[in-house]
T-cell receptor, first 118, second 113 residues
């Protein structure tokens, strides 16, 4: 396995359009995370899944955003009615829970999808 | 709320020299993890080094080491024998929540040949 993959790598869209991104985690990783990274900033947590269950969502995730992880494998992040403020790099990460407190799992990041909203 | 601060937006170091990147954080938790991630240009973020807060010994990974000062809430990264491939954006990060990592704004490191 070569790591977390994300498609597409780049997406240009017009304001008001819907876009969908895909993330394929490392196989057997049961946790999957979405982050957003704007220019000059570090990544900000959006949401995460454990298997197919979405367990936490940031308040950054407005109702125009929806994420799914059917069957606990790949995940999709959809943004409806895109706005120029949605332009960012969307990063996906995955990890395998190793137990312990706090959890000792390491998050492995994908290359990201760069979204540009015109 | 937990915060992570990296006060050096950019740094430069001569190849083969040593450089230290600074990071401070704010938390009221006693159990947490600290990380340094590297993000090369147009490439994905990778974990450089991790420190558990309950461990007094500073983490080391080959040429990378940290100076963890828990009372001062400081977590600096030292890169020894800098190489051209070390050029990247470096993010300091914190985690106490089981899943959510809080990142600093990053320090862009330039390696001068």
């Amino acid at each position: 396995d070569t790591g977390v993959s994300q498609n597409p790598r780049h997406k240009i869209t017009k304001r008001g359009q819907n876009v969908t991104f895909r993330c394929d985690p490392i196989s057997e990783h049961n946790r999957l995370y979405w982050y957003r990274q704007t220019l000059g900033q570090g990544p900000e947590f959006l949401t995460y899944f454990q298997n197919e269950a979405q367990l936490e969502k940031s308040r950054l995730l407005s109702d125009r955003f929806s994420a799914e992880r059917p069957k606990g494998s790949f995940s999709t992040l959809e943004i409806q009615r895109t706005e120029q403020g949605d332009s960012a790099m969307y990063l996906c990460a995955s990890s395998k829970v190793a137990g312990g407190f706090p959890d000792t799992d390491t998050q492995y990041f994908g290359p990201g999808t760069r979204l540009t909203v015109l | 709320a937990q915060t992570v601060t990296q006060s050096q937006p950019e740094m430069s170091v001569q190849e083969a020299e040593t450089v230290t990147l600074s990071c401070t954080y704010d938390t009221s938790e006693s159990d947490y993890y600290l990380f340094w991630y590297k993000q090369p240009p147009s490439r994905q973020m990778i974990l450089v080094i991790r420190q558990e807060a309950y461990k007094q010994q500073n983490a080391t990974e080959n040429r990378f080491s940290v100076n963890f000062q828990k009372a001062a809430k400081s977590f600096s990264l030292k890169i020894s024998d800098s190489q051209l491939g070390d050029a990247a954006m470096y993010f300091c990060a914190y985690r106490s929540d089981p899943v959510k990592i809080i990142f600093g704004k990053g320090t862009r490191l330039h390696i001068l040949p």
